[in-house]
């Protein structure tokens, strides 16, 4: 596994599950096209895993 996970948000939250738009908000991302880096651990990759159909994932 890498040490970074670069996420992107590709698709709005709006039409989606409450706890789907909540998960997208907890990896901070809040408008559309922004990329956060976040450290590449378990916790992160079940929060990706459920919103997997909303963001674009790349290990950096």
């Known amino acids: 596994m890498a040490d970074k996970l670069k996420i992107t948000l590709v698709k709005s939250p ?12 907890a990896l901070g991302l809040r408008k559309l096209h922004k990329t956060v880096e976040m450290p590449d651990n378990e916790a992160v990759r079940g929060m990706i895993w459920h919103v997997k159909h909303l963001v674009k994932v790349e290990e950096v």
């Open 14 to 25: 709006i039409g989606a599950v409450p706890k789907q738009k909540a998960t997208v908000e």
